[in-house]
């Protein structure tokens, strides 16, 4: 028990052995990419153990079949760092909004199941709490992973399928659950 305390000891502190005079990040989230989103985001400093980042992403395309997934999404981050900013562990304060108009997909589970014979669009806000780390890869890229979870609330209008059809009404749903999930590749500006 003592050595696996310690090799959790070596892990969580391991990005206080490099230090960095990084200031600003450029970064985009390769798995947003897998939903055809083109998104970027920039990361500034603020102090020494502090940051703040602005990410959004913009999906305007009809796939085929009249599938849908078009939104735009902006997320908005302030981050404390357990060592030094860029580089280690950081927890985080998110807030999240955006609209969206989706449809046609196949999701046989929770309430998705509902997307392959429905479209919704709407718009949605929300915030969160997040934990992350960041691997400096070298002096000018850096890796991070970032999962989040809270609440979002969505206004929304309901379509009987996915391209036709009159307004079913409007509704809301509130939600509680993860709010945020990356894998990022960072170019630093320092």
Known sequence: MKKMWMIFGCFF?????????????IKTNIPYWGTLTPNLGIEVA??????????????PFTLSDYKYLKHWLIYTEFRYWTCEK?????????GLGGQYNVGGWDIPFWHLKKLKDTRYQGYAYGAG??????????????????LGGGYARFHYEKFPCVKCGTSQG???????GPTKGALSIIYIIK
């Open 129 to 146: 709490i997040s934990y992350g780390y960041q691997w400096i890869l070298n002096n000018r890229w850096n890796l991070e992973f970032t």
């Open 46 to 59: 603020l102090g020494k153990k502090t940051t703040f980042e602005v990410a959004g992403g913009f999906n």
């Open 13 to 25: 502190f391991l990005g206080c052995i490099t230090t960095s005079s990084q200031t600003t990040g």
């Open 170 to 176: 409007t509704g809301e749903k509130n939600y509680l």
């Open 86 to 94: 860029f580089n280690g562990h950081f927890f985080g304060l998110h």
